[in-house]
């Protein structure tokens, strides 16, 4: 039985584990090899701490979305009897509202790289065609890996932002999938999920 206070601890775990994967994908942009750095202290040092750092937010990604329960009930406690359980109505606009939230951050976030993809959607196709008559290369194209490793990723986030921003549909059907699962450990008799999807 979930009451109104697991479904606060869940939808907070959930934005909790949703922020530490879009910091992982925004760490892997320190990863990325550094011309002209390699092999000196502050290249080895800063390579140290973003792997450590990224090792950390995978560990809080994975035990937030795979082992939470326990966490659930160290944080609200065990259900009374008093208390009233939540409707599955209620556990979906919960979760559905958090993860909205959560993409519409994560858009903001990247509001910058979202200005810069209808520019060089513009712009792009014309440097090309130019590149390929005039026979040189634009200075557009001669970035380092780095760069385009920040642009992957930042193509990442915002796709997560998206499809966060949009209710991410399949993700909740797996927390519900789970949701039952441990309600049926537990020996409850939880009624299925009817969505219109």
Same mark, same amino acid.
């Given at each position: 039985?979930?009451?109104?206070?697991?479904?606060?601890?869940?939808?907070?775990?959930?934005?909790?584990?949703?922020?530490?994967?879009?910091?992982?994908?925004?760490?892997?942009?320190?990863?990325?090899?550094?011309?002209?750095?390699?092999?000196?202290?502050?290249?080895?040092?800063?390579?140290?701490?973003?792997?450590?750092?990224?090792?950390?937010?995978?560990?809080?990604?994975?035990?937030?979305?795979?082992?939470?329960?326990?966490?659930?009930?160290?944080?609200?406690?065990?259900?009374?009897?008093?208390?009233? &359980?939540?409707?599955?109505?209620?556990?979906?606009?919960?979760?559905?509202?958090?993860?909205?939230?959560?993409?519409?951050?994560?858009?903001?976030?990247?509001?910058?790289?979202?200005?810069?993809?209808?520019?060089?959607?513009?712009?792009? &196709?014309?440097?090309?065609?130019?590149?390929?008559?005039?026979?040189?290369?634009?200075?557009?194209?001669?970035?380092?890996?780095?760069?385009?490793?920040?642009?992957?990723?930042?193509?990442?986030?915002?796709?997560?932002?998206?499809?966060?921003?949009?209710?991410?549909?399949?993700?909740?059907?797996?927390?519900?999938?789970?949701?039952?699962?441990?309600?049926?450990?537990?020996?409850?008799?939880?009624? &299925?999920?009817?969505?219109?999807?």
């Amino acid at each position: 039985m979930m009451t109104k206070f697991h479904l606060i601890a869940k939808v907070t775990l959930n934005i909790l584990g949703i922020y530490s994967l879009y910091l992982c994908l925004s760490q892997f942009g320190y990863l990325a090899f550094y011309p002209g750095q390699t092999g000196t202290l502050v290249w080895v040092v800063k390579t140290l701490i973003a792997t450590t750092v990224l090792v950390i937010l995978l560990a809080v990604f994975y035990n937030v979305f795979f082992v939470r329960n326990g966490w659930i009930l160290r944080m609200v406690g065990e259900v009374q009897g008093c208390e009233q &359980p939540v409707s599955d109505k209620q556990i979906l606009a919960g979760l559905r509202l958090g993860l909205v939230f959560c993409g519409v951050l994560i858009i903001v976030y990247n509001a910058d790289f979202i200005t810069k993809v209808p520019m060089f959607l513009i712009y792009g &196709p014309k440097i090309l065609v130019d590149m390929i008559v005039y026979k040189y290369v634009d200075n557009m194209f001669n970035i380092s890996i780095y760069a385009y490793l920040r642009g992957f990723t930042a193509i990442c986030k915002l796709a997560l932002g998206i499809y966060l921003a949009f209710g991410a549909p399949h993700f909740v059907k797996w927390q519900m999938k789970k949701l039952r699962q441990s309600a049926a450990k537990i020996g409850e008799n939880y009624a &299925p999920l009817q969505t219109h999807e």
